[in-house]
Every structure is written in C-alpha cells, then in structure tokens.
C-alpha cells in the first residue's frame, strides 16, 4: 500500500526513468533495484552521448595545437566550464578540474599557506578524502588536526564547533567540512559554519560530494572560500570533479602537480613562470570527454531542480523509515526525523552481519545496497561507537530522484524478510 506522502499534486520524477540505461537490464528475470547513490550516481543518455562526441568527433588536445580539432576541444571545454561555473554561481576562472573531491582537497591541503602551528578543523565523521589528507600534514609536522565531536543523534553542534575556535586562539586556519554526510545523509548547518569561521578568521572548505545532487551549492551565496565536487556523484562521467575557488584565494594556493600546462616558460637554470588561473592547477592532458560530461549533468540537473531532487529522496527515505521502524533490532544512523538524513537510510539489524545483510538484498531481490564504514573508518573507530550496534559497519540504502516508490515497497518488505531470518 502507497504512503498518502505521495499525492497526485507531488511532481513525479521517475519520470526521467527513460533516460538511464541501466533500468532497461534486468537480473536473473528480475528488474535492478539501484540503492547505492551516495556511492555513485546513474548517468542519463545525454550525458553518456556527450562524453561520446569527444571520441567521435574532436579527439584531439586542447590549448596545444592551433588546428581545428584542437580549436574544437578548447570551445567543448570553455562551454563545460562556463556551464559548471554558473552551476555553482562561481567565476570561471575559479573552477578548477580535478579528478574528484579527494585530488581538490588534496590540492588545497599541499596548496595552502600553512605555518608551523597551524590548525585544521573537521568534524568527526568526514570521508577519508577529507580526512587523510590532513593526518598526512600532521604526521609531517605541517599542521595539527582536530575534529568538532557529534552530538548524540550525530548532529552538527555549532557550539562544540566555536568552543573549539576559541581553544585555538585564532590558530585554526582552515575549517575542512562535509556538507552532507555520506555516512548517515546528514547535512550540517553550512551558513552558520561559515560566519561563525570567517569570524575568527579561518577559512572553510566543504566537500560538497553528496551535497550538489540535492541542495543548491552556490560558492558566493554559501560564503565559503573552497567548495570540492566529483561528478560521478552528481550524474556525471567518473574521474572528473573540481575545486571551485575564488581568483584571489587560487591565487594564494601554491601549486601541487606541476608539468606540461601549468607554466607559460621553463629554464634549465631552475626557473619558470607559472600559468594563470586555474590552468597553473591543471597539470598535463585533461579528461576532455569527462569535462564535456561534466557540463551536461550540470545542464541535466538544472533541468530536473535540485529542490525537487532533495523532495524526493526525503519522500523515499520518510517512506521506508515508516515502513520499517517496528522492525525488531532493527536501528538506524543518524537522527530519528528521517527529513534530516536526506536521501540516506543507515541501518544495521543487530545479530545479523551487514554484509551478509547486503549480499542477500542483491542475491535475492536485485537490491543494490553498500555495507562497511563507507570511508568513514575513524566514526566507526572511535571509543564510543566501538562497543555500540554500529561497531561493525552498516547497511546503507541511498536514493535516487529515479528511484520509485514501488522499488521503496520491494526494499521494506526484503528487510522485514530478512530480519524474520
């Protein structure tokens, strides 16, 4: 039976169903139930079909050659930047590509100004792409990382967050945040973070992977001074993301890969002159299909509303939280109001390993899941979640703007199932 959440009046998004492949294929006679979107995006025919052209059509190198193909790749790869800038209300000059979030974190974290002292500031349950990087600086004794502990529902706590700035004492010089969790869908009170930071003088960098499918991600408006995004993420080709800046912060990062592109001039006298902004980021050949792609998820996206996205998978999430909160031993990440893990549903059900959980949900009904620590081992290894129901990892479902009620049906009554095992 259909939750009355999903009235006649509600704007039916599975209509975009068509335009992804995947849902043509089925499994053993049985259609793909496709619950793994935190870990990686479907991606639309006009993006698989754009990507394409470049093989087709242009493959040639752009900024190298002054022939027509080369002319060609350079036009696909200024309209990809323009679009994406404009997507995340930036300069394009400041849009910087990368492979993913974790080469733009990177980036930052060997680009940035640091001074012995210096502190970096995450939360306690960052992805390991916002989070290694900075251990690696503090093992080299570059900088200190410390964390804002959760709260007890794995909240943001904006008053943990400015009691430690003050315990710092203005040596906090970066804030390094997710904008949303990939662990538990929960998205922390960004414009607060960031007034609260430039307060005592610190800038903030968010790793908007999960966020940008969702919620409007805009450098300007937000504020903040570095925004990080991987395209697979966010219907987009794999192996292409950016860093999105502004010229004046680019300009005050030292550069971190360097090589054919990032410089004007060299000398074998140890000298050379570094490109402008941001091509002095981009070192070597670039992904020139995933970029063209990159540009049309972005056109595809707007196309849908990223509010309507984010409506969609708290629908879904409301929908499934309702469907199995009498489930016995059955216990959920994150904050109980299920409009607050956004489209990420984190469960375990205790006494029942959760990658035996998982196989079972694919082996059975064709139910796409992820289990483990999705990268964010540190949470699950720290003392007090040691010895809780999470200890081992979870089963996370994540969702779609694809994804239907009917697959949200097939997905409560398996885990009732499972849990009756």
């Not at 805009?218 to 993420?233: E, M, P």
């Not at 990658?355 to 990268?375: F, K, T, Y």
């Not at 979870?394 to 885990?415: C, D, H, L, P, Q």
Request: proline fraction near 3%; charge should be positive.
């Amino acid at each position: 039976m259909l939750t009355k959440l999903f009235s006649r009046k509600d704007v039916d998004l599975t209509i975009f169903r068509a335009d992804f492949p995947l849902f043509q294929r089925q499994i053993k006679n049985k259609p793909i139930i496709y619950f793994d979107n935190a870990c990686m995006s479907l991606r639309p025919k006009s993006v698989i079909e754009k990507s394409n052209e470049y093989y087709y059509n242009f493959p040639g190198c752009a900024g190298r050659s002054n022939h027509k193909i080369a002319e060609e790749v350079e036009e696909a790869v200024h309209e990809a930047r323009t679009e994406i800038a404009k997507f995340f209300g930036a300069e394009e000059k400041a849009v910087v590509f990368t492979k993913n979030c974790t080469e733009a974190i990177n980036l930052v974290a060997h680009g940035f100004p640091f001074k012995s002292g210096d502190v970096v500031l995450t939360t306690d349950k960052e992805h390991n792409s916002n989070l290694l990087p900075w251990l690696k600086l503090q093992k080299q004794g570059l900088i200190r990382h410390e964390y804002v502990d959760s709260t007890s529902t794995n909240e943001f706590s904006l008053e943990a967050f400015e009691n430690k700035l003050k315990e710092h004492n203005g040596k906090v010089k970066l804030v390094s945040m997710m904008f949303t969790s990939n662990l538990d869908g929960v998205t922390n009170p960004v414009k607060e973070i960031v007034t609260i930071a430039h307060k005592y003088k610190a800038k903030v960098l968010f790793d908007c992977a999960q966020a940008v499918i969702s919620h409007e991600v805009k450098l300007k408006k937000l504020g903040a001074d570095f925004i990080t995004v991987s395209a697979h993420k966010m219907l987009g080709p794999n192996g292409i993301g950016a860093l999105i800046s502004t010229s004046e912060n680019l300009k005050k990062l030292n550069q971190f890969l360097v090589g054919g592109e990032t410089v004007k001039d060299s000398n074998l006298d140890g000298s050379y002159v570094m490109e402008d902004i941001p091509e002095r980021f981009e070192a070597g050949l670039q992904n020139y299909p995933g970029i063209i792609g990159f540009g049309e998820a972005v056109r595809y996206l707007k196309r849908v509303g990223v509010e309507k996205v984010h409506k969609q998978l708290v629908k879904l999430n409301q929908y499934i939280t309702d469907g199995l909160k009498d489930v016995p031993n059955l216990y959920v990440l994150g904050p109980s109001e299920s409009s607050k893990r956004n489209g990420v549903f984190s469960f375990v059900i205790k006494g029942k390993n959760v990658h035996e959980v998982s196989l079972l949900l694919n082996n059975l009904h064709n139910i796409m899941v992820r289990s483990g620590a999705h990268c964010v081992h540190s949470w699950f290894n720290k003392p007090e979640n040691k010895c809780s129901v999470f200890k081992d990892g979870t089963i996370r479902a994540s969702f779609g703007f694809y994804n239907t009620v009917e697959e949200a049906e097939v997905f409560v009554k398996a885990v009732k199932e499972i849990a009756r095992l």
